[in-house]
């Protein structure tokens, strides 16, 4: 049978075995890219700020089918899950959890007073960062985990998965920090941009942690309730309260 072929053959068959899966991704796809249309018919330049002149509806669709490819990768070689039924009991424990981490971040702001343009405004607010959450979990979890986990297996058999998994997600969590920093030094101080940097940090930690023990949309799911308490709640309150 040729090579192509029987690649083929086999994505097929994993798609069949994991539709559940499949069909969770491709629902939350179009959720996002839904939500994305709206927020770019209601404000054209909502997006402006992340993405310059690029259209935003033709990212998120490019951003999902990436997606979609990296996940198939990491599902078909069993090193993580689109969504298992397991242990639904999680997202409560996770939501609190991201609660904690807005809740020190409001704290911290409240100290130094972070910048007023911080947030994207309501409500707004409300379309964009479940857009932006989705984006970033690919960006900047999916693909580079992928790659990471990818090259150097590929180096050695000795190469495991298991053995190179934590010292993987450590890299990629620090990549959402030290891009961020950028907008924060200079205005405040250097202990408030030192304890931003790790708080980042441990969130990207917490949501790989997710990734490896659960699956994609547990780490989403961080994130999106993350983002709803700090960005979309506090951000509303903020202006009102700080400005």
Same mark, same amino acid.
């Given at each position: 049978m040729?090579?192509?072929?029987?690649?083929l053959i086999?994505?097929?068959?994993?798609?069949?075995?994991?539709?559940?899966?499949?069909?969770?991704f491709?629902?939350?796809?179009?959720?996002?890219?839904?939500? *994305?249309a709206?927020?770019?018919?209601?404000d054209?330049?909502?997006?402006?700020?992340?993405?310059?002149?690029i259209?935003?509806?033709?990212a998120?669709?490019?951003?999902?089918?990436?997606?979609?490819?990296?996940?198939?990768?990491?599902?078909?070689?069993?090193?993580?899950?689109?969504?298992?039924?397991?242990? =639904?009991?999680?997202?409560?424990w996770l939501?609190?959890?991201?609660?904690l981490?807005a809740a020190?971040?409001?704290? /911290?702001?409240?100290? %130094?007073?972070l910048?007023?343009?911080?947030?994207i405004?309501?409500p707004?607010?409300?379309?964009a960062?479940? /857009?932006?959450?989705?984006? %970033?979990?690919?960006?900047?979890?999916a693909?580079?985990?992928s790659?990471?986990l990818?090259? $150097?297996?590929?180096?050695?058999?000795s190469?495991?998965?298991?053995s190179?998994?934590w =010292?993987?997600?450590l890299i990629?969590?620090l990549?959402?920090?030290?891009?961020q920093? *950028?907008?924060f /030094?200079?205005?405040?101080?250097?202990?408030?941009?030192?304890?931003?940097g790790?708080h980042?940090? *441990?969130?990207?930690g917490?949501?790989?942690a997710?990734?490896?023990r659960?699956?994609?949309?547990s780490?989403?799911a961080f994130?999106?309730?993350?983002y709803?308490m700090?960005?979309?709640?506090?951000?509303?309150?903020?202006?009102r309260? $700080?400005?």
């Amino acid at each position: 049978m040729p090579k192509n072929l029987h690649h083929l053959i086999d994505r097929m068959e994993l798609v069949t075995d994991e539709r559940l899966q499949y069909l969770v991704f491709i629902g939350l796809s179009l959720g996002v890219v839904a939500l *994305a249309a709206i927020a770019y018919l209601s404000d054209p330049l909502l997006f402006q700020r992340f993405l310059g002149k690029i259209n935003p509806l033709i990212a998120i669709v490019v951003i999902a089918l990436l997606g979609g490819t990296l996940l198939s990768v990491l599902l078909s070689r069993g090193w993580f899950a689109i969504y298992t039924t397991e242990d =639904p009991k999680r997202f409560l424990w996770l939501s609190g959890l991201a609660a904690l981490m807005a809740a020190i971040m409001i704290l /911290v702001d409240l100290k %130094v007073i972070l910048s007023e343009d911080l947030n994207i405004l309501f409500p707004q607010s409300l379309l964009a960062y479940p /857009v932006i959450a989705y984006a %970033v979990e690919i960006l900047f979890h999916a693909l580079p985990l992928s790659v990471l986990l990818i090259l $150097l297996t590929s180096l050695s058999k000795s190469v495991t998965f298991s053995s190179i998994i934590w =010292p993987c997600i450590l890299i990629v969590s620090l990549l959402e920090p030290v891009l961020q920093l *950028a907008l924060f /030094v200079g205005p405040h101080p250097s202990w408030t941009v030192a304890y931003i940097g790790f708080h980042i940090f *441990a969130i990207n930690g917490i949501q790989l942690a997710l990734f490896k023990r659960y699956d994609f949309i547990s780490m989403y799911a961080f994130r999106l309730v993350y983002y709803a308490m700090w960005h979309i709640l506090w951000g509303y309150v903020r202006i009102r309260l $700080l400005f």
